[in-house]
């Protein structure tokens, strides 16, 4: 076949009869996005050969960029940016969209002239360059980072309209480095140390304290995402990583580590990233992402049409491995188990799936992970219920979409 | 600690002796690269501030990019270009630095306009768009990719000097599209089809035969990689994904598939994509990659100190899963087992790393991969009896590294 042109067109009854078919994809087309997405760079879109197989192409490159025809962009926010969900697939998120969360911006720095700094309570002080720790015995891990405030706005609201607004502060990288416990052992840290206290090169100095016994077996200092080196706005060139932690300790452009008896009860635990309870009381060192789930398609702003929909979505929990996803189009009275894509890994994100016929009417979709400790995701209200709505962080419970008879999804809180 | 330059100083000494210390770390000094590489951007270093605490930094960005420290490259050579594995860590490539192989350069697209014509053998010949492909059930993997031509400069020379230019035709991502099997269902596949012509839209009309059986529950018509729509180079806005299968096969830009009962004998498996033979007859249809592994670290054109070295490679097969990676530091004499990084997936890069004391002495570092099948990776020697040097494609043997007593690391054929 020299001309692909001429037979699309002798073809025309095998399309239609595809759009018609009962049997399978009839139905869902998500239309373009209602909810207008920031724009920052003006991009022009390319003129394209009508037929590309008449013109030769372009000559490789040394490092490549997306096509011009694609618009994705993380959505800035004063000082975070949100993923895109909507628009992505799989479970690695491109490190290009990885949201961010800075403290006082991202700082530009020399990785020639970056240390780490490993003092208190170890019997040898030292400082390493991220070239020394290259050198040690390499680590790789495929995890998700959740900043603490990921969903902050389906609290109290204003609900977000998008599910790039309500879950935009997750994504999943493959990182490695060096485990933690290799460097300590290095500096032989003493038997009395139960803290460290992790520091930023920031001009916030983002400052947190973290207990050693839970995370030294899994903690890695970072030096490389999806396989070259952290993005600057990651923690160029060194970051803590701390699997299903809140993502604020798992310290960026690291630059020192302090071993201690007790927490330091720095700016950043004690005036931010604690969860006010309803008696007034606050919940302080809340550091592990519980169980969680959401639809990433269809979702808000989209719009579907009645027949096939495939229901897309992600889950995670910070305590392992998720088990279990299921999925409601009854606002949760009935749920049904939705297919898990491997790889299924431990405090990771999961993409599920579930094949959904839409009939027209309205409906309510949700997704309910279960980890592999037996914790299910909670419902809004359950949620509510235990912590009131005072809180900014830690919201891990069930997200729904409303799909209106005009097939329109929008957030609501049921 | 409020200058932690000055704490810097105050610990020096535990520098000096993190650095002298026999118990771990004071061997390996992986030195710049003795081996030019080709910078085609021109791109000036920015001047990082001195301590930059005291600086704000950057405010969040729709679409981040790297740091501008960073320069590892792909080696662009024709229509080809090379992945720097000396330069990357765990199992995904970044897309940016996949590795390209173009028969005609890669061509511009725009999407909206890009149809896949399914004929042939088939009850109902349809037109697809991108966005019809998208509506159907959707599949991730992660899985290798590897033209057949990678290390073909190991058959008969002159031998590639580092790992990028001996092993730089092959790239890891994530991939998401819908299953071939679901899009021939739709069309009603006849049963008497069974092989599947495959093109591309790019101006070679790059086209190949690929026999169903073996690959009907595994090809994937691919939309994105890493998360996001592939690259262009990589085939947006679709290619035929057949895991394990040589490289050029996987066919970019995809436009067209026809259904049919033999091999269509096109140009390309016909004049190239061939093993020609001692005997002097060609083996055709060598669609597997067999397992093979290589080190990455340290490789061709590195410098290695006396003391503590990690070995790291990576090992993978197109038959399954790699279950075992051995390492020898004598040429074959003498292996011991490799530790294998998780995920370890089917057709998939596998990460490996084994820990190693250098004594100063000259030195034969070579991988070895074992697969599910239980098939073990050739050495050159024995590969080379059984298929002689005439080969351009399917190159599989062990890869050795010599390291002479000034730590300078070179490919040596033995």
């Given at each position: 076949?020299k ?5 699309v067109?002798?073809v ?12 399978t994809l009839t139905g869902?087309a998500?239309?373009q ?6 724009r920052?760079?003006?991009?022009e879109?390319?003129k394209a ?8 192409g372009a000559?490789p490159t040394?490092?490549g960029r997306r096509s011009?025809?694609e618009?994705?962009e993380?959505?800035p926010r004063?000082?975070i940016s949100?993923?895109?969900?909507q ?5 690695i ?6 949201f ?6 991202v ?8 240390k ?20 040690f015995p390499?680590?790789?891990r495929?995890?998700?980072i959740?900043?603490s405030?990921n ?6 609201g204003?609900?977000?309209?998008t599910?790039q607004q309500t879950h935009?502060?997750?994504s999943?990288s493959?990182w490695?480095g060096?485990?933690l ?5 290095e500096?032989?840290?003493?038997p ?7 520091e930023?090169?920031?001009s916030?100095a983002?400052?947190r304290?973290i207990p ?5 077996n899994?903690?890695i200092?970072a030096?490389a995402?999806?396989g070259e ?5 990651q ?5 803590l ?7 604020n300790t798992?310290?960026?452009?690291l630059?020192r ?8 009860m720095?700016r950043?635990?004690t005036?931010?990233?604690t969860?006010l309870m309803p008696?007034?009381?606050?919940r302080?060192?809340?550091f592990?992402?519980?169980?969680k789930s959401?639809?990433?398609?269809p979702?808000g702003?989209q719009?579907?049409?009645p027949?096939f929909?495939?229901v897309?979505g992600?889950a995670?929990?910070?305590r392992g ?6 999925v409601?189009a009854d606002?949760g009275?009935?749920?049904?188990t ?5 790889p299924?890994?431990?405090?990771c ?8 016929r839409?009939t027209?009417?309205?409906a ?6 279960t980890d592999?400790t037996g914790?299910?995701q909670?419902?809004r209200?359950?949620l509510?219920?235990?912590?009131g709505?005072?809180?900014v962080?830690?919201?891990?419970a069930?997200?729904?979409w409303?799909?209106a008879t005009d097939?329109?999804v929008?957030?609501?809180h049921?």
């Open positions: 076949m001309d692909p042109g001429k037979k067109g002798e025309a009854v095998g399309r239609r009869r595809f759009l018609k078919t009962a049997v869902l998500i239309a996005s209602a909810v207008p997405t920031l920052a760079e003006a991009q879109t390319p050969p009508e037929d590309p197989t008449k013109v030769p000559l040394p490092y011009a025809f618009r994705a993380r959505l004063g000082q949100l993923t895109p969900h628009d992505l697939h799989g479970i998120t491109p490190s290009a969209l990885h961010e969360r800075h403290h006082n911006g700082p530009l720095i020399d990785p020639a002239s970056h780490l700094l490993v003092h208190g309570l170890v019997e040898r002080p030292m400082v390493f360059t991220t070239e020394d720790l290259k050198r390499s680590v790789s495929i995890a998700f959740e900043c405030g969903s902050f706005s389906e609290w109290a204003p609900p977000g309209q599910v935009g502060l997750m999943t493959e490695t060096v485990a416990a290799t460097v300590l052992r500096c032989g840290v003493k009395e140390a139960t803290w460290m206290l992790a930023g090169s920031d916030a983002m400052t304290s050693l016994a839970p995370m030294l899994e903690a200092l030096y995402q999806n080196p952290l993005r600057p706005e923690g160029y060139p060194l970051r990583l701390l699997p299903g932690w809140e993502g798992n310290i960026k452009w630059r580590l302090e071993l201690g008896v007790a927490p330091w720095t950043e635990e005036s931010h990233y969860d008696d007034g009381t606050a302080q060192f809340t592990v992402m519980e169980a959401v639809i990433t398609s979702s702003g719009r579907i049409k027949g929909v495939e897309r992600l995670w929990s910070g491995r998720v088990t279990r996803v299921e409601s606002g009275r009935t749920w049904r939705a297919q898990l894509q491997e299924a890994l431990p405090k994100h999961t993409r599920f799936t579930f094949a959904w839409w027209g009417e309205e309510i979709l949700q997704s309910r992970c592999e914790y299910v909670p419902t209200r359950a509510i219920g235990v912590r709505a005072n809180s962080y830690h919201f891990n069930v997200q729904s409303k799909i097939g329109s929008s957030n609501v049921v």
